[in-house]
Nanobody, 122 residues
Framework: VQLQASGGGLVQAGGSLRLSCAAS????????MGWFRQAPGKEREFVAA????????DYADSVKGRFTISRDNAKNTVYLKMNDLKPEDTAVYSC????????????????WGKGTLVTVSS
């Protein structure tokens, strides 16, 4: 699976962005999908995951209630809607694919895409 994230940019605190991750190659709907982020000088961290059919989702505590993960299997795309953004959300956001939701929740991903930078100004 080839993955490409897009939609990042500069936004003020309290603003919103929607990231997209387009997939190609293998059957997108066979995979659970996840979003991860890496801030400067920090390790990569899990943000959110969604099952292959979209019926199950999981979020990091730091983004619960603010971020929403969704997918459109007809468009081979997974989204991350980010509301009420905070400066600490500044990071490179990447999407990844896993064969199972359990693996995605453990950050045990099979395929990774290049990220998109999100910068939140205070």
């Amino acid at each position: 699976v080839q993955l490409q994230a897009s939609g990042g940019g500069l936004v003020q605190a309290g603003g919103s962005l929607r990231l997209s991750c387009a997939a190609s190659g293998r059957t997108f709907s066979n995979y659970a999908m996840g979003w991860f982020r890496q801030a400067p000088g920090k390790e990569r961290e899990f943000v959110a995951a969604i099952s292959w059919g979209g019926g199950s989702t999981d979020y990091a505590d730091s983004v619960k209630g603010r971020f929403t993960i969704s997918r459109d299997n007809a468009k081979n795309t997974v989204y991350l809607k980010m509301n009420d953004l905070k400066p600490e959300d500044t990071a490179v956001y990447s999407c990844a694919a896993a064969l199972t939701m359990g693996a995605a929740m453990r950050s045990d991903m099979d395929y990774w895409g290049k990220g998109t930078l999100v910068t939140v100004s205070s």
